[in-house]
């Protein structure tokens, strides 16, 4: 394998810590400052190590047998040539997500290197808490992928196809989640839907029962890298929901928040269900409520 070593500039603000700070899983650990990552090149196995300099720069090590294509897998998870300046002008106008955004300063998601992880992750995280989701998918991903060093390797559709529902239900995941995992990864091939439109995607995948719009928002967000559909539903857009409206919300709800934010639906949304009102009882503050009511 070959080893290359290489800085990403990335597009301000980011901050690799702040980023990588609930993103570990089989597949990645953040420690002391560190990113590492096995992540497949093509269809060979590789390993990065990234970190922060003071500077804002990411240092990045690669081991791979084609360390051109790591690096651009890697440049995906990372994200880090994203353009935030038109959401943060956004969110400069918008009372309800601007003290939040703030205090995540350099945040966007880090996404997971196929669709068919994507996958696992949506249909795990259904209506359970997210460390109980994650123990899930971790589970599956020891099962199904080669380690590589001292992580394993992303899922890919193969790999997981090979688990039957009563195998999947056997490691924690719910029965009927277990039969709607099995069928869309019989009905379609996960890594296309990346040549496909978010609308187009979502259509695909809540055609299968028990796959519905938050399911689309987690596949488009960490397996498409796209932030133009949201988390439709989620528990924590439901609770901010009802304090907002005084009453309790439901799933058009949380979607008619979303509209409002346009392309930038989906990282709103990461934004709101870290909203303090997303996860307690309480009044928002008149201006903010208003401001939702009025969008």
Not at 89 to 102: E, I, S
Request: glycine letters at 8%.
């Amino acid at each position: 394998m070959a080893v290359l070593e290489t800085i990403l500039r990335p597009a301000p603000p980011y901050s690799l810590a702040v980023c990588a700070r609930m993103a570990g899983d089989a597949t990645r650990v953040f420690s002391q400052g560190v990113l590492h990552m096995a992540l497949w090149a093509g269809e060979r196995p590789a390993s990065a190590k990234v970190w922060q300099t003071a500077d804002g720069r990411l240092q990045v090590r690669l081991t791979a047998d084609e360390p051109e294509q790591a690096l651009d897998e890697l440049r995906f998870t990372l994200a880090s040539d994203v353009d935030l300046q038109p959401f943060l002008r956004l969110v400069r106008k918008d009372r309800l997500l601007r003290d939040v955004v703030q205090r995540n300063t350099g945040y966007r998601p880090l996404r997971v290197t196929t669709v068919s992880h994507a996958l696992l992750r949506a249909v795990a995280g259904q209506l359970i808490q997210w460390r109980a989701a994650r123990l899930i998918e971790d589970r599956v991903i020891r099962l199904v992928s080669p380690r590589h060093g001292e992580r394993w390797l992303p899922p890919t559709a193969s790999a997981l196809r090979t688990l039957p529902p009563a195998r999947l239900t056997s490691v924690g995941l719910a029965p009927r989640r277990s039969v709607a995992l099995t069928k869309v990864l019989t009905e379609l091939d996960p890594e296309r839907l990346r040549g496909e439109a978010t609308p187009d995607v979502a259509i695909r995948l809540e055609r299968i029962r028990n796959l519905g719009p938050w399911s689309t928002g987690v596949v488009a967000l960490y397996g498409l890298g796209r932030y133009d559909h949201g988390l439709v539903g989620d528990l924590g857009l439901l609770r901010l929901c009802s304090v907002v409206l005084g009453r309790p919300a439901e799933v058009e709800d949380t979607r008619e928040l979303l509209e409002r934010y346009g392309q930038w639906a989906g990282l709103a949304s990461l934004h709101l269900v870290g909203h303090p009102y997303a996860s307690r009882r309480g009044q928002l503050p008149q201006a903010a409520g208003a401001a939702v009511r009025t969008a």
